[in-house]
């Protein structure tokens, strides 16, 4: 079982992208995801820049793959898109249905957490266009899987096993409403939000994050107790979100896990302080996905 | 790509009372589903059988309107057969169209049924062209409903590359999220749109009067507390009021409808083919007065596009029944975002 490091999904200083992926390249992962998925303004790194950190990851001994924006509106958004695609040198995550489009039979690609795949015929048809892995969504469960596995039909299978949960995207940018700012004049506030803005409901439960046009889960997901499991599953690569702090020792505490030389218990427990919310894995178990880790009565 | 089709009105119906309030008020085309989870309004005691189906669209066509029906959930892996299923009956039926979203059933119905039109559900989450051209191109779509996230200007542009007819949402509630990829609902309850064809379902959902006021939670989770003055919306979680840096206020949406009466003219010109009505979960009455309006102004709009203006009787009406009795242009309007 393999395990990467998912594309960037907040708003970062050069500076800290830089550093972060400085970690990266050293640390117990085998596959990076790299690029702007969420939001079209974001400008701190552009294609050159992501396609130099690609070039110094890959001579680092990582698989590279570029993630494609979930969300395309506009031309400029499309142009972006038609670059990434034809970069010619990486293969592509494809993120939106826009980018399937460019990328079958033409670039080596991956089929992103925001394409919708649930059933057994729309799997078995994607395999058919060339992917050559596919990520699951993140609200399916192990159930839904397991009806799943046998039409991938030579595709790779990976699973978002931790960070917070990407739910929805928007055309209205949430962090620039909170700010009373437009999203066209939105003074780059992402960049004040590492881990995203937190919502709170107002008896103060922590429980959405706020991350431009995207909303997240407060709670982080993470399936680490579950990689037994995951591995007598067929899944071929895990998944770690990158959060603003310590995911270097998260992908460590996955990787022990995955070995066997620490055990999945003790790798979640160890892994309780090191993340800006509590953890949940309730959409693996096919119930609401924000139930806590562990909780087996739920409503 | 404009179509042949202009500003088409496109009516939803949630029962053989509503489709027959539509028709009979001037829509054009009614627009339907099973009641079941392969509709993504699939609420309590509504919706179709096919017996009532079958009722709808002999109505529908005796009168001159046409019955597209929608499957606009995601097949969930186990339950496959239910859709494709689904796909059967609604050919057998002889509806004008069948509005889908998952690629695994629009291969089938492209398969199984070229003859019958297929149209992209809102839930196809199609934002821009290069998707657009993917569902035409693999699956023969020849009409899409774009998701309600993008200005007029970008309509244009999507508009302008396309090549297929286009259906822009015109009036109802409003979803901030593109539709087609929001788990909000799942992470709360377990059952989302795409899984369940349900947004916060109402199973979940618990009204309860304490001594801070009326609260609505959703699984639990508070959406909202209304002081004794204020109108208690229906929880839908992106519609609450939350916390956020201190500041307690709608973080992500007010309630409030979208209503594009004032753009018709702007959407004549660039060639959409249809406006569609949210609403398949409102009455009867609801559905009349929407159609009436609608028909009147889209009439009135076509007549002399020039001289159009959206009449204060149109938008009062509307204001009347839309949620928390106010409008927005959304997304269509770009200081929205």
Known sequence: MKLAIGPVLYYWSREAVWHFYEEVATAPVDIVYLGEVVCSRRHELRLPDWL????????????VVLSTQALLESESDLKRLRAVADNGRFAVEANDVGALRLLAGQTAFVAGPHINVYNPPTLAWLAGLGAKRWVMPVEMSREALRYLLPHARGMEIEVFAHGRLPLAFSARCFTARHHNLSKDDCQFRCLDYPDGLPLRTREGERFL?????????ARVYNLVGSVAELR??????LRISPQARHSIRIAGLFRAAMDGSLDPAAAAAEMEDLMPDGACDGFWRNRPGMAPVGEEQWP | MPSDALLELVCP????????????????????????????????????????????????????ARVFLALNTYPQAADWESWRGAVDKTAALGVDAI?????????????????????LSVQGSATNYEALNFYYEHFGVCRAVLPRVLSMAQVE?????????????????LCVMVEGRCALSSYVTGESPNTHG???PAKMVRWQHTARGLESRLNGVLIDRFAGDEHAGYPALCKGRFIVNDESYYAIEEPTSLNTLAVLPEMLRLGVAAIKIEGRQRSPAYVAQVTRVWRAAIDA??????????????????????????HTLGAYHRPWK
């Open chain 1, 209 to 217: 994050a706020i991350n431009g046009i995207q909303t997240q889960s």
């Open chain 2, 157 to 173: 542009q999507t508009m302008a590359h396309a090549r297929m007819e286009i259906e822009l949402f015109g009036f109802g509630s």
């Open chain 2, 198 to 200: 349900v947004c916060s």
């Open chain 2, 301 to 326: 709009c076509k007549r002399d596009p020039e001289s159009y203006a959206a009449q204060p009787a149109w938008l009062r009406e509307m204001d009347r029944i839309a949620e928390g009795q106010q």
């Open chain 2, 13 to 64: 119906a949630g029962s053989l009372p509503a489709l027959k309030a539509a028709v009979d008020n001037g829509a054009d085309c009614v627009y339907i589903g099973f009641s079941d989870q392969t509709n993504a309004r699939n609420f309590a005691g509504l919706n179709f059988d096919l017996s009532s189906a079958r009722a709808g669209v002999k109505y529908a066509h005796g009168k001159g």
């Open chain 1, 52 to 63: 130099d950190l690609a070039e110094d990851l890959a001579a680092s001994g990582k698989e």
């Open chain 1, 232 to 237: 007598v599953f067929g899944v071929d690569v």
């Open chain 2, 99 to 119: 509005i889908l979203a998952d690629f695994g059933l629009l291969r089938y119905a492209a398969d199984e049924y070229p003859d019958l039109r297929r149209h």
